[in-house]
């Protein structure tokens, strides 16, 4: 076993304030509850920190630093070996993303693990009367947080729900950056082909247009394409939807275009349409691991009519652990759905916007899952015309139903019960 220290004794070698909080705890937990084992592990970047305490107040392990890799994760193990893993509580703090792998190795072995919320080790720190704060000592003050707070454990379904939260950021972000060049694309064309987008019914951004401008970005280049070639490209791409007769209204079209003929056009024509096609692969791709996710999951978010894969995966991986919200108006805090509120002297406004200080992404998901409710369910379709009714816009009326059914989702979730609103 590890070399023993009292950890009363060893605190008092940082801290001046003589007696800490073992004492008094020591007497609560003396023959009344099973020894257990508490590792305080402070997260870095590079390095970590651990350090193990017993539930009656002996450091069982000092601190010792380990790396954020493979080999460091393994120290940590040995360290912990002679410990069962039943009798071990493992607590680091929310610190960004350079805990999640820690997490996951730990969880995937079978051991307790809690997130801590910094807020909780914060105010521990500041009952301390030296406010000393360096990593060692910070694995000390997890150890106390996890004996004297509440706490859960990690599973592997929170796992799960990491990576939903993490994919549908990244899935958010990668239709920005597609809507983004959409948008020079159109401008770049304007230049080029201003009639082009005209011609095609739906616009420019379908998958026929694409591979149209992959290959000739101009229209002397559209011109002087063959009418069977043109013919054909535009139907494979199109799936049919483009007949021989279109085509050559193309490329008379094309003929007498008014549009530049700057070659730098057509290169940044070319490079968009293909950053445009890697990105709508990459969406599908993300879109396919999240699906597996929540297929695994089966949760009942997914009996709600109007909510596919994408979007229930993005409202649970953001809500994360659902009772971490006592109530449903702190879920719609969170969300950023809940009405501002304008106080000065005896006036109350009587209407104001929605706060948007929450997690942008569950709003934007639940906006959207709003809509898509509201086409699928006779409840919610009649609360949106009662708004409507009201003189509410469309998008105000839209946020009220995501509100209620934030209300739905948090009693669906807490209590495992599917959706039964007729």
């Not at 893993?85 to 805990?99: F, K, M, Q, R």
């Not at 409710?373 to 949106?384: P, Q």
Request: charged share 20%.
């Amino acid at each position: 076993m590890p070399e023993i220290f009292l950890l009363s004794t060893y605190i008092n070698q940082v801290y001046d304030d003589n007696r800490w909080w073992m004492p008094q705890y020591q007497n609560t937990l003396k023959g009344r509850y099973t020894l257990m084992y508490y590792v305080g592990i402070d997260i870095a970047k590079l390095n970590h920190f651990a350090s193990v305490v017993s539930s009656d107040g002996e450091v069982l392990i000092k601190p010792f630093k380990f790396t954020n890799d493979n080999d460091g994760f393994c120290k940590l193990l040995s360290a912990l070996a002679p410990y069962e893993c039943g009798s071990l509580i493992i607590g680091l703090e929310s610190t960004a993303h350079y805990g999640d792998n820690l997490v996951e190795f730990l969880v995937s072995r079978r051991y307790q693990v809690c997130v801590i919320n910094p807020i909780q080790t914060s105010t521990m720190r500041k009952n301390n009367i030296r406010k000393t704060k360096t990593d060692k000592v910070d694995t000390f003050i997890i150890a106390k947080t996890l004996m004297t707070q509440p706490h859960r454990f990690y599973t592997l379904e929170d796992i799960d729900m990491m990576h939903l939260k993490n994919l549908g950021r990244f899935r958010q972000k990668l239709v920005k950056d597609r809507t983004r060049i959409k948008i020079q694309l159109t401008a770049y064309v304007d230049r080029v082909f201003p009639e082009l987008q005209y011609f095609f019914k739906a616009g420019l951004h379908q998958k026929g247009v694409y591979a149209l401008l992959a290959e000739a970005p101009t229209p002397e280049l559209i011109s002087s394409m063959h009418l069977t070639h043109l013919t054909h490209l535009l139907e494979v791409a199109s799936h049919g939807h483009f007949t021989k007769e279109q085509a050559k209204e193309l490329r008379v079209l094309a003929q007498k275009s008014v549009g530049s003929s700057d070659k730098a056009l057509s290169i940044q024509i070319t490079q968009s349409v293909e950053q445009i096609m890697l990105l709508d692969s990459q969406v599908k791709q993300v879109e396919s691991e999240m699906t597996e996710i929540m297929l695994g999951l089966d949760s009942v978010i997914m009996t709600i009519p109007g909510i596919g894969y994408i979007n229930g995966g993005m409202i649970l991986g953001e809500i994360g652990d659902i009772h971490r919200f006592a109530a449903p108006k702190q879920l719609l805090a969170f969300a950023g759905l809940d009405p501002t509120v304008y106080q000065s002297g005896n006036f109350n406004a009587s209407h104001t916007r929605m706060s948007k200080r929450g997690s942008t992404a569950l709003r934007y998901a639940l906006i959207n899952a709003a809509h898509n409710v509201v086409k699928n369910n006779a409840t919610f379709k009649s609360y949106y015309d009662t708004k409507i009714a009201e003189g509410r816009t469309h998008y105000n009326a839209l946020g009220h139903c995501a509100g209620k059914l934030v209300r739905v989702i948090h009693k669906m979730l807490s209590d495992d019960v599917a959706f039964n609103l007729g």
